[in-house]
């Protein structure tokens, strides 16, 4: 079992619309959870984190953590074409250890 | 914000030849760097954790002899491919971590090997 599950996509949704992206993780000692945004041929960029479970909203992200069932949700409100990109769960143990990756989905917002 | 820089963007090379990967942290001392690759449509695969000062630690599975890395500044780490091979062609990304957990991305060199 990987310790971060991640659906690949492709998942195309209208502009305007509430997207919502998921991971599952294994490993219940992961207490931060980064999402990435990466798009075509360039590197990873942080787009939220959190820190154990709860919330977090940052303009048109939420950022949702149930450490309980071990999934993390990223929302995006109000989608817009410029959001086309692969999303990446990432979460990590401490501050000091290594991130793990989730596979990605690629998101494509429809005009 | 943080940025982080990688040279070169892409590079072609032939079979036997050895290619050298520069990450830099631009704006911010980085005590820590991350070496990744990336296959097409796949996630990133940490290859090694390098630390100013010491030898890099690899993940199980990467070659230290084949993939060099030099950690020699707190803004400056790179990676060596020698003797590269048509399966070493991928997306090679770096990352860098400074004070705080974030870890800040450079764009990626892009290698073939052919």
């Known amino acids: 079992q990987k310790e971060v599950e991640q659906d690949p996509g492709p998942l195309s949704v209208p502009e305007g619309a509430i997207v919502s992206l998921n991971c599952t993780y294994s490993n219940s000692a992961f207490q931060y959870f980064m999402w990435y945004r990466q798009y075509s041929r360039k590197g990873p960029e942080l787009l939220m984190y959190?820190?154990?479970?709860g919330n977090k909203e940052d303009g048109r992200f939420t950022a949702q953590v149930d450490k309980s069932s071990k999934y993390i949700s990223l929302f995006i409100r109000d989608s817009q074409p410029s959001d086309s990109a692969t999303y990446l769960c990432?979460?990590?143990?401490?501050?000091?250890?290594?991130?793990?990756f989730g596979s990605g989905t690629r998101l494509s917002i429809r005009p | 914000g943080a940025v982080v820089s990688q040279h070169p963007s892409r590079v072609i090379c032939k079979s036997g030849t050895s290619v050298k990967i520069e990450c830099r942290s631009l704006?911010?001392?980085?005590?820590?760097m991350f070496w990744y690759r990336q296959f097409p449509k796949q996630s990133l695969m940490l290859m090694a954790t390098s630390n100013e000062g010491s030898k890099a630690t690899y993940e199980q599975g990467v070659e230290k002899d084949k993939f060099l890395i030099n950690h020699a500044s707190l803004t400056l780490s790179t990676l060596t491919v020698t003797s590269a091979h048509p399966e070493d062609s991928s997306f090679y990304i770096c990352s860098a971590r400074g004070i705080a957990y974030e870890q800040y991305f450079g764009p990626g060199t892009r290698l073939t090997v052919t």
């Open positions: 704006d911010f001392q980085a005590t820590t």
């Open positions: 990432a979460p990590a143990e401490s501050s000091a250890s290594k991130i793990i």
């Open positions: 959190t820190y154990s479970s």
